[in-house]
């Protein structure tokens, strides 16, 4: 169904902002729902201690905010298309608010895993700012402030880890969560004044059957990977959960097929180039996490292996931080390479440029410089596939379907992360080496889960050469062309008199 003819009346009541000024806000509601991601790392291992509870309880803490963000972003993407990606932007923004507040006060593990479920709830806000920048960007600003937008998950991340790692270190455990509500408040407010409402909206009524059956299936997927090592990869719960989420996947597929308004377009999704794109954000998920996964533990593992380099959390984040800032540099470099080659051949060399920092650490991982300098090669090609990766998809479905689309995006990267996490953590359970009656991750497994990252890499450039050529501003030309026949439209002088 095409798009609402835009309406006067909401361009009066929100003037349009600066194209500058709307993308930084937009970029800092990124940073600041990835924030959440990471202001718990410093915290997981205390938690037992902090709350008086189990592991297997407070590893809870990190699955169910997991879980929320897997429900949440093709949801409130859809929801964006329908009644306006603003006002969801605003709503996402709230519940990081509100969970945040609800951790700050906590003191059990109960309070705190429901405060982490309604972060998660705020996942939805970055595919949200994609689509709404591909709303209202002029086309020569869409390629780098999508780019900058898609790579805000990764910017918040590194950025995050320093500074949670000071605040663990140095005040109480719930200031991290009050300045993680502080740094809500604000962007709820300058997204509140600052961004407009789109008047692109498909109408219609919300596909809940489609929406329930996705949540359920999600979340028995990855449930069972993310706590399979800790249930066993062959127990009935594992197994159990993988079945349901498959029957369930097949008859949400039928449903969604069906019926005259879906959740998810499947038709649509099974374009090629989104289909692919699709395809390779899963696997770059993947490479990304087993960077966070390995990197910190290389550091931090002690002296006495003969290869940990025995430091603490605070310098985990600052050798970390520089990624971040990486990629949020990479932004104009990919808009020059997706306006000059296409989005597909700015896909291929973040590929490529991954898969080369994963190589180096083969050689590279005895010093603490040595692991910066890797962590930001890999940070430039993940920033530069991050950046190509919306204006792929954006290339290839109706704009009335944009959030939409760019949320399902979005979500294939979460779950490439979730799958990264366990393939990561079964290798590096399985090689280890003991040191003080403690087992720890062998130098040998650190290297395969290395080895990984590469192989993951370029199967992402395998995938890409499977993309159909595109230009960058392709969907922008296409937005531009509707408004224009639609201006042309209204503007046709109407017939002379023949009085």
């Known amino acids: 169904m095409p798009a609402e003819p835009a309406r006067p009346a909401d361009r009066e009541n929100a003037a349009v902002p600066r194209p500058g000024t709307l993308v930084a806000v937009l970029a800092m509601s990124g940073i600041v729902v990835s924030l959440m991601q990471t202001f718990i790392i410093p915290l997981v291992p205390e938690l037992p201690r902090l709350l008086d509870a189990s592991v297997s309880d407070t590893s809870w803490a990190v699955t169910a905010t997991l879980l929320a963000a897997a429900v949440a972003t093709p949801t409130m993407g859809r929801l964006g298309d329908m009644y306006g990606k603003r006002r969801m932007l605003l709503i996402s923004l709230s519940t990081l608010v509100a969970g945040s507040v609800l951790c700050a006060v906590s003191d059990s593990v109960a309070v705190l895993v429901a405060g982490r479920a309604l972060q998660g709830l705020s996942a939805g806000v970055i595919p949200l700012g994609i689509s709404i920048m591909r709303d209202e960007l002029p086309a020569e600003r869409l390629a780098s402030a999508t780019a900058l937008m898609s790579a805000s998950l990764g910017v918040g991340g590194a950025l995050g880890l320093p500074a949670a790692a000071f605040l663990a270190e140095s005040t109480d455990w719930h200031v991290l969560f009050w300045t993680a509500a502080g740094f809500g408040a604000v962007a709820a407010l300058l997204v509140g004044t600052v961004v407009p409402e789109s008047s692109r909206r498909t109408g219609g009524r919300f596909d809940l059957v489609g929406a329930l059956g ?70 770059f998920g993947f490479a990304m996490f087993a960077m966070s996964l390995v990197l910190p533990q290389l550091l931090q593992l002690p002296v006495a292996t003969g290869y940990g380099l025995g430091q603490t959390m605070l310098v985990v984040g600052l050798v970390m931080a520089p990624s971040g800032l990486v990629m949020m540099a990479m932004s104009p470099v990919c808009a020059r390479i997706s306006a000059a080659r296409g989005p597909k051949a700015t896909l291929m060399v973040g590929a490529f440029v991954v898969a080369c920092g994963y190589g180096l650490t083969m050689a590279l991982m005895s010093e603490v410089w040595h692991l910066v300098a890797v962590s930001c090669v890999i940070g430039a090609g993940i920033g530069l596939s991050y950046g190509a990766m919306p204006a792929l998809v954006m290339a290839a479905v109706p704009v009335s379907e944009t959030a939409a689309a760019n949320s399902l995006n979005t979500l294939m990267r979460s779950v490439g992360t979730s799958v990264s996490s ?78």
């Not at 999600?218 to 449930?223: D, G, I, T």
């Not at 040998?444 to 993309?467: C, D, K, S, Y």
Request: aromatic fraction near 4%; include cysteine.
């Open 214 to 283: 996705l949540s359920v299936a999600l979340v028995c997927l990855l449930l069972a990977i993310s706590k399979g090592a800790d249930w066993g990869w062959g127990s009935v719960p594992t197994t159990g959960l993988f079945a349901v989420a498959v029957v369930v996947l097949a008859v949400w597929g039928r449903w969604e097929l069906r019926t005259a308004r879906p959740l998810v377009d499947l038709r649509v999704a099974a374009r090629r180039q989104v289909l692919v794109t699709n395809a390779a954000s899963t696997v």
């Open 422 to 499: 366990a393939v990561v953590g079964a290798v590096l359970a399985q090689m280890t080496v003991s040191l003080g009656g403690a087992a720890l991750p062998s130098q040998a497994g650190l290297r395969v889960v290395m080895g990984i990252g590469v192989v993951t890499a370029l199967a992402a450039l395998a995938l890409a050469l499977l993309l159909p050529g595109t230009r960058s501003t392709s969907a922008r030309t296409r937005d531009t062309a509707e408004r224009s026949g639609a201006r042309a439209g209204r503007e046709k002088p109407a017939p002379a008199s023949s009085g």
